[in-house]
């Protein structure tokens, strides 16, 4: 695997997200714009990961929470985040991320106190999933970007997809 | 106060300019950056540095201070210039408009502490 210096890749995603709130004018619908991109970034993405990885089927949610976090993440971000605060039914967890270089040098204005500037990877994970056949939720639970310590993405299992359900761009 | 500092930078704004055009072909195939004491008056020692891009940085430092050495002033140039890089690279930052990042104010902060 090529070794890319990031910083192209992070101004590139801090172009789109200023854009989209020139175009757009209010953080809410910014965060749906970023969500709706990184699913179809995700429907597609997840071929080349399964490519790529070589991770087989995986048995439950919590090996497929180890797998985005230690290989997915790795791959694509250069990142490990933890795996942690599982639901008592194994339905749920959080990743927390120390760093993340979709945020490197930003620093969010005070007139965007909604703005989840990574939403796009909410985006990316769910549309990912969904051609495994998972339907997930995913959110920020915490961001640095927004005062917290630390950056946590909250995924929740909502069900199985079944196969013959079409599945398209949004 | 701010008004004494605000019209000392301001004058040594053009000796950077007579620095950097007047000395001819000799200063200008130099690459240096810093444009070391710019010119020393009752109470301050200002120093300049300026950056390929035209970026100019302006250190004022009172007169009273003999211990911060040469190479102390380059160094904190330096850290100036990365500091402002990550400012221009936060895309929510328009090139030209006055510097709000906390994470700037800080470094620059420490750096003064630091300094004396």
Known sequence: PLKHNSELFTLTYGALVTQLCKDYEN????????????????????????????????????????????????????????VTNWSPAGDEFSLILESNPLV?????????????????LCGVLRGALEMVQMAVDVRFAQDTLR?????????KFIKRIEENLPVGDE | MLISFHYTVHTSLDVVEEKISGVGKALADQRELYLGLLYPTEDYKVYGYMTNSKVKFVIVVDSSNTSLRDNEIRSMFRKLHNSF?????????????????????????????QAF
């Open chain 1, 27 to 82: 953080d809410e619908e910014v965060n749906k714009q970023l969500d709706k991109m990184g699913y179809n970034i995700g429907v597609r993405l997840i071929e080349d990961f399964l490519a790529r990885s070589s991770v087989g089927r995986c048995h439950d949610f919590r090996e497929t929470a180890d797998v985005i976090a230690k290989v997915a993440f790795k791959m694509y971000l250069g990142i490990t985040p933890s």
């Open chain 1, 104 to 120: 490197d040098f930003v620093e969010l204005p005070d007139n965007h106190s909604n703005l989840v500037y990574s939403s796009l």
């Open chain 1, 147 to 155: 005062g917290d310590n630390v950056t946590e993405i909250r995924m």
């Open chain 2, 85 to 113: 890089t990550d400012v221009m690279c936060n895309p929510f930052y328009n090139p030209g408009d006055p510097i709000q990042s906390k994470a700037f104010d800080s470094i620059v902060s420490t750096m003064m502490v």
